[in-house]
């Protein structure tokens, strides 16, 4: 298949916005995006000492304390001491070789068309063919890559994303944690159902709903930590979720998230990779 442009103009609040193009529709019309070679830090972790947070700058402040308790120096100097022990460096991985991902997660209508049913805890929504599926475990996203390969076979090959091909995705070059103003443009969060899919403002790259909306299962197992470890591991118990869910707040609609399946069933979806496609450049 040649590689296709789609433009569409959507509406967000009372401005319209141009949709970026895709890289590449397959023929069941899933829209992927091509991600370039770089790199990232990942597990990067520096909590904010009392000397630039929340307490301190009132603490400063006599003419207005909001009526928070005047703690001691030691306080003072004993909290900055436990957030310097608890921050981490984190460590840089390069992604070496392009690839394209899903601009979108796989949808209740793509699910259908490959594999003949709907799994999905909100399939009887109005809109429910345009919103994620969901109610899918790691299997059953294995069992729809598989099925989506033979019938793509010779055109592209598709898998899940390590989970650091996904965050390298959804940070889109960002080197800092995503804003609380991002997440809320961004983010389908804080909602009682999922939403149709691309409602939201994409990420500098094209990317549409990285957080929020399901979590998405990656290839990688889970090392039941608080971040990824520098090479992920070969065994495990189940496999690592990334993006936050749509009932989720801005504190873990984040893409340095680190979470383990198996979710709560109704939450959990996910967008595929492709690897090049056969005959194009």
Do not use: C
Request: hydrophobic share 35%.
């Amino acid at each position: 298949m040649k590689y296709k442009l789609l433009i569409l103009v959507f509406v967000f609040g009372s401005r319209l916005y141009a949709q970026p193009k895709s890289d590449y529709v397959n023929t069941i019309g899933m829209s992927f995006i091509e991600i370039k070679p770089g790199s990232m830090v990942v597990g990067k972790f520096q909590p904010t000492t009392t000397r630039f947070g929340f307490l301190e700058q009132y603490r400063r402040n006599e003419s207005d304390d909001m009526g928070l308790p005047q703690l001691p120096d030691s306080d003072f100097k004993l909290s900055d001491e436990l957030a310097r022990e608890a921050s981490l460096p984190g460590f840089s991985v390069a992604i070496s070789k392009p690839y394209f991902i899903g601009q979108f997660e796989v949808t209740q209508a793509q699910w259908k068309k490959v594999m003949g049913t709907n799994p999905s805890h909100f399939k009887d929504l109005p809109d429910a063919d345009q919103h994620p599926v969901e109610n899918i475990s790691w299997k059953d996203a294995q069992a729809f890559i598989k099925k989506l390969n033979q019938l793509e076979k010779g055109k592209a090959t598709y898998r899940l994303p390590s989970e650091f091909e996904w965050e390298y995705a959804a940070r889109a070059g960002a080197e800092e944690d995503i804003s609380w103003k991002d997440i809320q443009a961004t983010a389908q969060i804080a909602k009682q159902t999922t939403q149709p899919i691309g409602q939201k403002l994409p990420n500098a790259w094209g990317l549409y709903d990285m957080l929020g909306n399901v979590w998405e299962w990656t290839q990688d197992f889970y090392n039941e930590k608080l971040f990824a470890d520098p090479v992920p591991l070969k065994k495990g118990k189940e496999h690592v979720l990334k993006g936050a869910p749509f009932y989720g707040d801005v504190k873990n609609a984040t893409y340095m998230t680190h979470a383990g399946g198996p979710g709560s069933k109704y939450d959990v979806g996910f967008r595929v990779v492709m690897e090049k496609p056969v005959g194009n450049p």
